[in-house]
């Protein structure tokens, strides 16, 4: 490969909360080193061109009050034209967002009031949970089910059950889907859209993941499926995930009805923090260059590879755990209800057991998982098979 995946980086010290946890975990026993496989960011390098393009402008000693270069908004004019295929895409239909997170409470206080219901899929992506409690919504769960190939699918008729039972105009889709890692086909986004429509709600489409797609399987933008879809949509990307740039802030949103975007941009506005940060600007501007393109390709392999290993060896070897192979994303989503009830342990006591041992993974209550644990597997090839190989020998091994 050109780029490079299998440097093990020293990320200690280097502000990394993935190997610097924020908070008190158990102790590695004597001999094992941190593998850090909870918080959704990479332990790659960067794509080389964000770096040289940032140091580029560090060059330059002034950093004072600017706004965003036409570059910026050419190069993800560009980007969402050769990645998923979006044409029609204008400078004017783009805004900048501090994160996806605000991009989704910006939009529903538009479409909402404080105490409104808003309808999410579970399992789900613990920020979605904080950000809208901590902003006075209610959340209304539609639970997603595995299907008999154990595929995570939409429950149509549960949603718009509870669309209608709740009087609900707002709801948030996540695709790809975080944290089952489910990549939507066509015709499901269409029926689901075809819902909303019919019920009159809103859509905030997170799309953070969009980039990182694994095999043969294909993102299909929410606002492409319909013209409704198109106006109905506020979708919301980010280099971050795709690029390991989570630490420079940094999003933006595509919102194509210029009534929804003039209230959504003058909602960001208010606090007067939603302002784009100078090197933000010029990360995304080195990341959507061409040598993105290919590193991103490179990536999508590494990342395919990890999953079929991580989800042939949990096969082969832990029974009792479950999980849906990926199609996109690089996090896995373990139901380990079976293995817990038949060791008589908890779920609090496995994931002691797998730090005391190294492996730094996520508990998937908070994701609506009460069985679940959370596993990121953007790592080196070498970490994630030394992760399973201690899982293997100290953690899941018969007691």
């Known amino acids: 490969m050109k780029y490079d995946f299998t440097t093990i980086m020293d990320r200690s010290g280097r502000d990394s909360i ?20 909870w918080v959704a960011d990479m332990n790659f390098p960067t794509v080389p061109t964000v770096q040289k393009v940032m140091t580029e402008r560090i060059q330059h000693p002034a950093f004072g009050y600017f706004r965003p270069r036409e570059e910026y908004y050419q190069a993800i004019i560009r980007w969402q034209e050769r990645r998923h295929k979006v044409s029609g895409l204008k400078t004017e239909h783009i805004g900048y967002e501090n994160g996806v997170l605000g991009g989704v409470v910006s939009a529903l206080n538009v479409f909402c009031s404080k105490g409104d219901k808003v309808l999410l899929h579970s399992p789900t992506y ?3 949970t904080n950000a809208l409690t901590n902003n006075g919504y209610e959340i209304v769960l539609s639970p997603l089910k595995r299907d008999e190939e154990g595929i995570w699918r939409m429950d ?4 718009e059950r509870k669309l209608q039972e709740h009087h609900i105009h707002a709801a948030i889709f996540c695709s790809p889907h975080n944290p089952s890692g489910r990549v939507w086909e066509r015709w499901e986004i269409e029926r689901a859209m075809e819902i909303y429509e019919r ?7 997170d799309e953070i993941w969009s980039d990182l797609i694994l095999g043969e399987y294909e993102h299909i933008p ?6 409704d879809a198109k106006m109905r949509t506020v979708a919301l990307y ?18 194509y009805d210029p009534w929804i975007r003039e209230r959504v941009e003058k909602e960001s506005s208010l606090c007067h923090y939603n302002e784009m940060n100078v090197l933000s600007m010029y990360a995304l501007i080195g990341a959507y260059q061409e040598e993105g393109y290919e590193w991103v390709e490179e990536l999508c392999q590494v990342l395919t590879g990890n999953v079929e290993f991580a989800y042939g060896y949990i096969k082969d070897h832990f029974p009792g755990v479950s999980l849906m192979k990926p199609q996109g994303t690089y996090m896995l989503f373990l139901d380990c209800g079976e293995w817990l009830r038949e060791h008589k342990m908890t779920l609090q006591e496995l994931l002691d057991r797998g730090m005391e041992y190294g492996v730094i993974w996520q508990d998937g209550r908070p994701f609506h998982g009460e069985t679940s644990i959370r596993m990121n597997l953007a790592l080196p090839r070498s970490r994630v098979e030394e992760a399973f190989e201690r899982l293997n020998r100290y953690v899941f091994r018969k007691l």
């Open 18 to 37: 993935a190997v610097d946890v924020p908070f008190e975990i158990p102790e590695a026993k004597e001999g094992f080193d941190r593998i850090p496989m």
């Open 126 to 128: 613990i920020g979605f």
């Open 156 to 159: 149509f008729e549960d949603m």
């Open 199 to 205: 019920n009159r709600v809103y859509v905030i489409s």
């Open 222 to 227: 929410t606002q492409s499926v319909s013209e």
């Open 238 to 255: 980010a280099p971050s995930k795709t690029f390991n740039l989570a630490g420079l802030v940094g999003s933006y949103h595509i919102i």
